[in-house]
C-alpha cells in the first residue's frame, strides 16, 4: 500500500541563526501578527508577520517554513556536489559518480547542441510499431524506463502478509494530476484541457512532427487518457486498502482481460515467475482492456511518444525545458519562472543516486547526538500516545489492549536508512545526461521486480536522507524521519522546549498517529490487512472519523473549489492525534512549571511553534491543483482546523464559546 507521506514542515530558526544575540525561546516574534486575535484566526496571528513578509518567489507555487528549510539543505547539497564535479582525479568512486552525474546535468551547451538525438531512436522505435505485438513489447519497454504508460507493474509487500513481496498492477497512465481533470465540464477544467491540448502539440513539434500532425497527435493523446480517466477508480476509494487487494492468478487475470497477452508482458518486463498477483483495481483493468481492445496504431504512437517525451524533457533542450515548465508548471501551478539550473541539477542528482548522495550529507549533517537525543523525543511521545489511548472514552478494554500492542510494535528510524542503495552496476557518464537518467531509471526498476516472490525487507526506505520530511509505513509499521528533517531549524536542543515540542513534537504524533488513521487502522502490529476491532469500536471510530471528514469539507481551497474531507482525512487524523500527543508529552516533561517566555505560557509557546511550521503562500492555480489531489489540508486548516477542535488550546488562550477558534461541534478521534 502506498507510504502516507507527510508532514512538511519547518521552525523559523534559520532567522535566530541570523541574529546570535536574541534570547533563545526560539519564537519569532516577526513572524507573528499580535494584533490578530489567537481565538478568531490563530494562523493569523502565528503567521500573519511571515505571509505579509514573505511574497511568493518567482520560482514557486508555494512557499512556506519548509521550503525554507529544502533550500538550506540544498545549499549544503550544492556544496558538496560542486567539489565533487570541479575535483576531477584522486576522487572515490562515490565522488566520481555525484560529481559526474551534477556536471552532465550542468553542462547545457553539451545538451543543447545534441538537441534531439539522444532520445531519436527511442522516438524511432515508437514510430517503427506496427501491430499489437509491438505495443505490447514497446509498453514494456517504457515501463523498464521508468515511463508511466497505461497501468503500473511492479512488487509490494503482501498486504495480508507483509513478510512476503508479491507483484502488483495498478491502474496508472494518466498526465493531467488526476481522473477529474478528464471529466469535469466546468469553464476551468475544459480551459486547462484547452492548454494541455496545446502543450502536447508543441511538444510534437519541437520532436520534430509537422504543425498540422501534431495536432492529431495530441487529440489521440486526450482521447486515449479520457478513457483511461473514465475506467480509473476515484482517489477517495484508492485510500481503502480493502478496496485495492485483490489476489488472482495469472489465469484469473487473462480471464478477466483476455485481450491483453499478459504472458508477453510479464515475460518482456523481465519479472520473476510468479503465479498470482494483486491486481488492485480489476474492474478498472477489465474495462480498459475492453475500451482499447483494437485500438488505432497511430493513437499508441502518440501515446507512447508524448509519455516518454514528457518523462525525458528535463534531460533534453532547452526548448523541451521550456515547454515542459510552461504548461506544468507556469499555466499549472502557478510559478512564474524555473528554478535555477543548479538547483534542478541537485534535485536531479537525489533522483538519480538519492542513497550516495545521502551517505554525503548524513555525515556533514546528523551527529550521534542529535539522533540520541530525537530518539528520546519519539520514546517520549510513544509513552504518551499509550496513556492517550487508555484513556479514550469511547474504546473498550479489548481494543485498547490491541492498539497499544500496535503502537508498541511500531518501529523507530532515525537518520538514514539502515542499507544504502547499491549503484555499482549504475554506469554515470559526464557526457551523457539522457542516458544517465534512462539507466537510473532501468536499475531502479529492475530492483523492483527483483523483488517479487522474495521475504520483504523491511529496513527499505521510500525517501532520500536528504528530503525535508517524514513517512509511516502501514506494511512495515515503522516511522521514519530522514536526517533531512532532523536538524536544526526543526529540532534544536539549545532551544526553549515547549517551542521544541510544538515544533518536531506533532510530527512524530503526526507519523505515529498514521498507524491508526481510517486506513492506517486496518492493519495490525505486524503491518498485515487484518480487522482488529470489534464491531462497536468500529462503529465509534467511523463516527468520530466522520466529524472529522464534515469538518474539513467545509474549508475552502480557492474560489470555490472546497477541500475534500474524505481524501484529507488521514492526514487531518494524524495532525489532530499527533497534537494532542506532544502536548501530552510537553505536559509530562514540565511537571507543571508554568514560566512565562517572551511574555507566552509555555502552552502559549507550544501553539505558536506548531501553527508557525504552517506558515504559507500558495499560487491560487496551485491552492486548486492540491485541493484536488493532495492528502494534505493546507497550512492554514492544519492549524485551525485542528486548534479549533482542541480544549486545551482554547484554555491557553482563554478563547470563549462562540469564537470562531472554538468549534461547536468539535471533533477528537484520538
Ligand atoms: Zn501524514
Redesign the pocket.
Known amino acids: 500500500m502506498k507510504i ?4 512538511l514542515l519547518a521552525l523559523p530558526l534559520l532567522a535566530l541563526a541570523q541574529k546570535p544575540s536574541a534570547p533563545s525561546s526560539g519564537l519569532d516574534s516577526a513572524a507573528m501578527n499580535k494584533t490578530a486575535d489567537p481565538c478568531v484566526d490563530f494562523y493569523q496571528y502565528a503567521c500573519g508577520g511571515w505571509t505579509s513578509n514573505n511574497p511568493l518567489p518567482s520560482d514557486r507555487a508555494r512557499w512556506g517554513r519548509f521550503a525554507e528549510v529544502t533550500d538550506h539543505n540544498e545549499k549544503v547539497l550544492l556544496d558538496i556536489l560542486q567539489g565533487a564535479a570541479v575535483i576531477r582525479d584522486a576522487r572515490s568512486a562515490l565522488d566520481r559518480k555525484i560529481g559526474d552525474a551534477y556536471a552532465a546535468c550542468m553542462d547545457t551547451t553539451a545538451i543543447n547542441q545534441k538537441g534531439i538525438a539522444p532520445i531519436k531512436p527511442e522516438l524511432d522505435r515508437i514510430t517503427g510499431m506496427s501491430n499489437k505485438a509491438d505495443v505490447v513489447a514497446e509498453l514494456a519497454r517504457l515501463h523498464r524506463m521508468g515511463v508511466d504508460a497505461l497501468f503500473n507493474f511492479g512488487s509490494r509487500p503482501d498486504a495480508k502478509d507483509s513478510t512476503r513481496t508479491i507483484a502488483v498492477l495498478s491502474q496508472g497512465g494518466l498526465s493531467l494530476p488526476d481522473r477529474e481533470y478528464y471529466l469535469k465540464t466546468d469553464p476551468k477544467s475544459v480551459e486547462i484541457r484547452q492548454h494541455f491540448l496545446q502543450h502536447m502539440k508543441n511538444m510534437f513539434v519541437l520532436a520534430g512532427t509537422s504543425a498540422e500532425s501534431a495536432a492529431g497527435y495530441a487529440q489521440s493523446v486526450m482521447d486515449l487518457e479520457t478513457i483511461l480517466a473514465k475506467d480509473a477508480m476515484d482517489r477517495v476509494s484508492l485510500r481503502d486498502p480493502n478496496k485495492n487487494y485483490h489476489i488472482m492468478t495469472r489465469a484469473e487475470l487473462a480471464a478477466l482481460a483476455p485481450s491483453f497477452p499478459w504472458d508477453d508482458y510479464f515475460h518482456a518486463i523481465g519479472a520473476p515467475a510468479f503465479e498470482t498477483l494483486n491486481v488492485s483495481q480489476p474492474d478498472t483493468v477489465q474495462k480498459i482492456a475492453s475500451d482499447l481492445q483494437g485500438y488505432p496504431m497511430e493513437s499508441w504512437r502518440a501515446y507512447f511518444a508524448y509519455h516518454l517525451l514528457r518523462t525525458h524533457a528535463p534531460q533534453l533542450t532547452e526548448a523541451f525545458e521550456n515547454e515542459t515548465f510552461d504548461f506544468w508548471n507556469r499555466y499549472l501551478t502557478g510559478a512564474r519562472e524555473q528554478r535555477p539550473r543548479s538547483a534542478r541539477c541537485v534535485s536531479t542528482v537525489d533522483k538519480t543516486v538519492g542513497d550516495l548522495l545521502g551517505q554525503k550529507y548524513i555525515d556533514l549533517t546528523f551527529g550521534a547526538d542529535a539522533k540520541a537525543q530525537i530518539t528520546q523525543l519519539v520514546d517520549a511521545l510513544e509513552k504518551a500516545m499509550a496513556q492517550d489511548i487508555r484513556g479514550l472514552p469511547w474504546m473498550t478494554e479489548e481494543t485498547k489492549k490491541a492498539a497499544l500492542a500496535k503502537l508498541q510494535a511500531i518501529t523507530n528510524n532515525v537518520g538514514a536508512p539502515k542499507k544504502w542503495r547499491d549503484y555499482s552496476k549504475l554506469a554515470i557518464a559526464r557526457d551523457d545526461f539522457l542516458g544517465n537518467s534512462i539507466r537510473a531509471a532501468q536499475a531502479a526498476y529492475a530492483q523492483r521486480i527483483e523483488k517479487i516472490g522474495k521475504p520483504t525487507d523491511k529496513t527499505e526506505w521510500t525517501m532520500t536522507t536528504p528530503t525535508v520530511n517524514a513517512f509511516y509505513s502501514p506494511q512495515n509499521n515503522s516511522i521514519n524521519f530522514p536526517a533531512g528533517i532532523l536538524q536544526p531549524p526543526f529540532f534544536d536542543p539549545r532551544r526553549d522546549i515547549a517551542f521544541n515540542f510544538g515544533g518536531v513534537g506533532p510530527v512524530i504524533g ?1 507519523e505515529m498517529t ?1 498507524g491508526f488513521d481510517d486506513q492506517g487502522r486496518k492493519f495490525d502490529g505486524d503491518g498485515n490487512l487484518r480487522d482488529w476491532w470489534s464491531a462497536a469500536d468500529n462503529a465509534e471510530f467511523e463516527k468520530r472519523a466522520a466529524c472529522v471528514a464534515n469538518e474539513y469539507s467545509g474549508f475552502t481551497a480557492v474560489d470555490d473549489v472546497k477541500l475534500n474531507g474524505r481524501q484529507t482525512l488521514g ?1 487531518n487524523t ?1 495532525d489532530n492525534g499527533g497534537i494532542r500527543v506532544a502536548l501530552m508529552a510537553l505536559k509530562d516533561v514540565l511537571n507543571g512549571k508554568t514560566d512565562k517566555v517572551d511574555g507566552l505560557t509555555p502552552e502559549q509557546r507550544f501553539f505558536v511553534g506548531y501553527g508557525q511550521i504552517w506558515c504559507e503562500n500558495m499560487a491560487p492555480q496551485e491552492r486548486r491543483n492540491r485541493a484536488m489531489t493532495d492528502p494534505h489540508s493546507p497550512g492554514r486548516y492544519r492549524v485551525n482546523g485542528v486548534l479549533q477542535n482542541m480544549p486545551e488550546f482554547q484554555q491557553a488562550f482563554s478563547c470563549k464559546a462562540g469564537q470562531p477558534m472554538v468549534s461547536e461541534n468539535a471533533c477528537r478521534v484520538w
Open positions: 502516507r507521506a507527510i508532514f503526526h498514521h492526514e494524524a
